[in-house]
């Protein structure tokens, strides 16, 4: 009997990663701080928005939501999105059951779902055949997930998750696109300018 696996059935549109980062960036109008996962997702971040209130990962695969988490926490007031791979969430999938616990309202995680790990050879992901990404977060405990249909649901999900209560988790399909430019690849300065981003340390 043949038991290869299958990929899930979504009915989602394939998206432009750099489009749908635009968009995102486009409707932040409180200062909202964005946590960019490493490779791809934070350098469309860098060129869609570059804003002291981003915070570019280097080399931290699978620790997106989790650092969000930690500023979500600290600073309740703002809201806090994050930007992850499905890649590098499948690395950390217990952090969806600490987040549901903890299950701060001002909270959005969205995952930018290839299939593949992209950086690395584009090998395929558990994401591309048997594992779904919002299966999973639901199962973890946040109820508040769903796929993006389009780009029009993206920026319906993004609205909602500004006006109501989190945590939110939003997924989509995206294209293998290479990144559309490159971080600046300084640790300290991106520390310091999201510190000061989120009003946590004064300019000197």
């Not at 946590?35 to 080399?59: E, K, S, V």
Request: hydrophobic content about 45%.
């Amino acid at each position: 009997m043949n038991h290869a696996p299958t990929a899930p059935t979504r009915n989602t549109k394939v998206m432009d990663r750099f489009d749908l980062t635009k968009r995102l960036v486009a409707r932040l109008k409180n200062e909202e701080a964005v946590i960019g996962g490493i490779g791809n997702t934070n350098f469309d971040l860098w060129t869609a928005g570059h804003r002291p209130q981003n915070f570019y990962m280097l080399g931290s695969m699978g620790l997106a939501f989790p650092i969000a988490l930690g500023a979500a926490l600290a600073q309740p007031s703002r809201h806090i999105f994050a930007l992850e791979g499905d890649g590098s969430l499948l690395m950390q999938l217990g952090c969806l059951a600490t987040i549901a616990s903890l299950a701060p309202k001002n909270l959005t995680m969205i995952v930018m779902d290839n299939g593949i790990y992209q950086i690395t050879g584009a090998q395929p992901t558990p994401a591309a055949t048997v594992s779904d990404i919002v299966a999973i977060a639901t199962g973890a405990g946040l109820t508040q997930s769903t796929w993006a249909a389009d780009e029009d649901d993206f920026e319906r999900l993004i609205d909602n998750a500004l006006t109501n209560d989190g945590p939110n988790f939003i997924a989509v399909r995206i294209d293998d696109k290479p990144g559309a430019g490159t971080t600046d690849r300084d640790p300290v300065q991106i520390r310091q300018r999201f510190m000061l981003g989120l009003g946590v340390r004064k300019q000197i």
